[in-house]
């Protein structure tokens, strides 16, 4: 033995091992066995998880459900944009210059017109407002050069 | 139980269907092979066979995503290479020969009728003690070269199919064949000048 093929001659003995006999029909039966013990064993949501694994990657959806979603889309986006235009214009309603305005039992308060609100606008309009003191603070007597 | 002829993807196509002896007829059939792999790589019967079960168990429940783009035989070496490597990578040096027993057809074979001649006829040589340099030397290789090693000169197979289980091309199979001999060669000197 001096070179790499008799190195491979004696690998090759080493197939003649084996394990004790009736090792492999004990070994399917403790196969058998695991297996069931392991469905037992994992939860209804592993089973399903498991399955949907296997199940998704090769989940193909037809041409047509694409078409479909894509309508179904459009109709949706048409349908919440019409009605915001309708409450948008009821909103804009002309109510002098207040912002908001309502009207809370007008008939029973006597009231016919909608009462506006002072908003921050309307209290930012007034002029500012400064006292003067008829005489200054200052009591001394004036420099004269 | 199915007759032998049966091809791996009916047995396959059934398993997927939910009928599990399909399966166990897989197992039966490729259990052997699987095992010398495991085993050789190894050196341990009760590693051997845990991850044995390790190995079924994993193709079992991954037998749906087996797109057939191999045969089921390379599909299941891919598995059971890439857990024995991941297993002999974490057991390090801590490991514990238990051999399995020697065929006695050993005897006729023309290989061990050489390798027992070739030595000094003076000194009896011992089929255990064979067994054992052969073991250790296997051991003080790399997993990625033990698993090349056992691929190629214990169980027969070609350069093209280690490389599809190991992803690797052919000429990277045979380097790690060079080199895996040429340690070989030097750790058994010393029993081959004996």
Do not use: C
């Amino acid at each position: 033995m001096s070179d790499e093929s008799d190195i491979q001659k004696l690998l090759r003995l080493k197939r003649y091992e084996q394990p004790p006999e009736g090792y492999y029909e004990d070994f399917l039966r403790e196969f058998q066995r695991r297996q069931r013990a392991e469905v037992l064993k994992s939860s209804v949501w592993e089973i399903v998880w498991d399955r949907l694994g296997h199940i998704l990657p090769d989940f193909r959806v037809p041409a047509y459900a694409y078409a479909a979603i894509g309508f179904m889309a459009v109709a949706a986006s048409s349908f919440i944009l019409t009605t915001g235009e309708v409450n948008t214009q009821i909103a804009a309603r002309p109510s002098g210059d207040a912002a908001v305005t309502f009207d809370l039992n007008s008939k029973a308060a006597g009231l016919t017109q909608p009462v506006p609100i002072p908003t921050t606008r309307m209290v930012g309009t007034l002029p500012p407002h400064y006292v003067l003191q008829p005489r200054p603070a200052v009591k001394d007597e004036p420099y004269r050069f | 139980m199915e007759s032998p002829e049966t091809p791996d993807d009916q047995l396959i196509t059934r398993t997927r269907a939910g009928d599990p002896s399909a399966f166990d007829e897989l197992v039966i059939r490729y259990t052997p092979r699987i095992y010398g792999l495991v085993y050789n790589m190894t050196s341990n019967h009760e590693d051997t066979n845990d991850l044995l079960q390790e190995v079924f168990a994993k193709a079992y429940r991954s037998i749906h995503g087996f797109k057939g783009n191999s045969s089921f035989s390379t599909w299941l070496h891919t598995i059971a290479v890439n857990r024995t490597i991941n297993f002999v990578k974490k057991r390090g040096r801590r490991q514990q020969m238990s051999l399995d027993d020697v065929d006695a057809n050993i005897e006729n074979d023309p290989d061990f009728i050489e390798a027992t001649a070739s030595t000094d006829p003076r000194r009896e040589t011992n089929l255990n003690e064979l067994q054992k340099r052969l073991n250790e030397a296997l051991q003080k290789l790399s997993p990625n070269h033990r698993a090349v090693v056992t691929m190629f000169d214990i169980q027969g197979m070609p350069h093209a199919e280690i490389a599809k289980v190991l992803g690797t091309s052919e000429g990277t199979v045979r380097s790690r064949l060079f080199y895996a001999h040429r340690e070989l060669q030097n750790y058994l000197e010393e029993f081959r000048r004996t």
